[in-house]
């Protein structure tokens, strides 16, 4: 028996017994048709080396990551990513500080306190989140268990972990003291590794370390249930090498509390949270710093960049049931103030306000219904309303800092104070009303067959970098194309028109779960080459100097389309062979230009075959890629090879309560490029600037898990 299975037996029985407490006085729940939406995985099962949550995500069909870092990985889905998903952390979205997304939403739930990680498959429901255009991602941490009786008892999990590909090292530790009413919890964490080795070198700057205390506190009493957590993440030297700057610190306090009544036919959740991120980063003190060039000295190129971000978040729903099936109701409010300055430590006077003050408010209302329309048919809808309002404060920059009288410096100060006279006298404060809908209808067909068809639509107001970046800077959210970019206040927000096509089809040992989908979206935002002669002359003349390339874009609304097939599914052969599959293929492409859309997952299939011993589970596992030969035009991307590697785990547990697990990644040590990893930003003898990144090399790796 499996670790899972000897834990969860408690689990089940305790939960069986709260069905029966809750039956005598709680009005029948009713199940109403439908197929397997989402798409879990839970740490405690599967093996995970590196430390980063967003890549638990490549072997989830659809879902992929954009790699810009070990520790900076930003969630793809069906070939939308960044702004476009709704990741929730514990229920809070989390807008981080750093303006090319270093701290993804996902940077703040290490692997080693992630319990789960849930992808909704298709069309996410409108009470998932504010804005799901792409997709809804959740991560949930460790938070205990209530125990069965008045009396405390502590418990705890420590995990350790290590692997060789960078030398990282992994130690953290999970407590808790519980009765049947009250549970006290903490959570630390420290990890670090040096740089990441691939079959022909290093990966320089790859490095990282990442520190995590955790305090939280749930009460429970009848039909009440309240939480109160605080969490505090404090990242240090991380390198970004396919971004511009690499990581100093990403320094974070986050606050989340929540409120659950439920009632005899109605359930009422409150949630509230606060986030405060603080960061730092530099091109010079991971990676080798600016040097001279024909034009300027490398001093004058320095740059170091401090950003910050609060958010508040707030959610009151209501559940009610009723004879054939739920409603829901709800509003959410969504606040998020930004900040950035660039600056230049052997230049003090030298600044940029690259954003000052940007606000992104939303605020939603949404009503929701699931519905058993007979024996054999479901149906769930939902429509929302988002009012999103965003404004900046004005903005200003001395790249003059020598004050000289003439020259390139007090040229580019000159036309620096043009586009922020520009900007400031622009139309910045921007209301959007945004609605959007979703219908998803299932009908049992026999031969142990759910159809399924869906339909959305689903929105999104630019991002605060798409609407307020007012100078040509690569602060894109990460995209790292190496494109410079300009927003524009007056975007429209994004339309998508969905539909999905599928069906679950479970029969026995042999289950299987395929859709289909489509999307349209119209004012998809995008960058387009830029007209504007002042801001192509800027970035001209920055490229002149060694600074990014010149042909910058601007972030316009244009005309979009994705469409694609995934799977996933498993057939067991036998008692305890069990074999697994999960493919995903998407495409994205311009409705209005011949061109792909950007960074789109290239095809692919992970082929596990998974083997359960008496108390050892053993899997071996085939990641296959497609080459991606259709790429963007716009945004200079190249192509890439396919490549197929393989993985090993197994785990065992030596006790019930002690399991030991081992892994080697990319067994053969394959060479290959990661399509999804972007290109080489920082000097590397081993990889030339502006070329694809690597896969990892062979990595050997192990865990160990005790629970006390
Ligand atoms: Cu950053």
Redesign the pocket.
Known sequence: MNRFAVRSIPLLVMLSNAVLAQDAQRVQEITVVGVRDTHTVVTDDKMVAPPDTAQLLRKMPGANINKNGELTGIAQYRGMYGDRIRVSVNGAQISGA???A?DSPLHYAPVAILESLTINRGIASVSSGQETIGGYVQAQTYSGEYGGSGDFEFKGRTYFGAQSVNSGTVASGFFSLANRNHIIRSFVMTEQADDTEFPGGRIIPSEYERDRFDLGYSFRSGDHEFTLDFARNNTGDAGTAS?P?D?HSVDSDLFRSSYTWEGRDTTVRAKFSFADNE?W?TNYHLRQPPQDNMMTTGAMRYRR?W?VSENMGFGLEAEQFVDNGSWKYGIDANLTDHRSIITNPNAPPFYISNFNDVNRDVLGVYLERSISLSDATGLDAGVRVNRVNMDSELVSANLNPMNMPSGMPAMMNLMASQLADRFNTSDLDQTDTNLDWFLRFSIEGGYDTTWYVGAARKTRSPSYQERYLWIPLEATGGLADGKTYVGDPNLDPEVSHEIELGFDREAGGYNIYPRIFYREVTDFIQGTPSSDMLVVNFAQMMANMGMGLPDPLQYNNVDASFYGFDLESDFALGDRFTLRAIASIVRGTRDDINDNLYRIAPDNMVLSLDYQGSNWVGTFESVIYANQNRVSQTNIEQKTDGYTIFNLTGRINLSPDLEIGVGIENLFDKEYEDHLAGYNRAYNPDIPLRYRMPGLGRNFYGRLMWYF
């Open positions: 750093g303006p090319n270093m971004l700057m990581i960061h980063m960049n950003a």
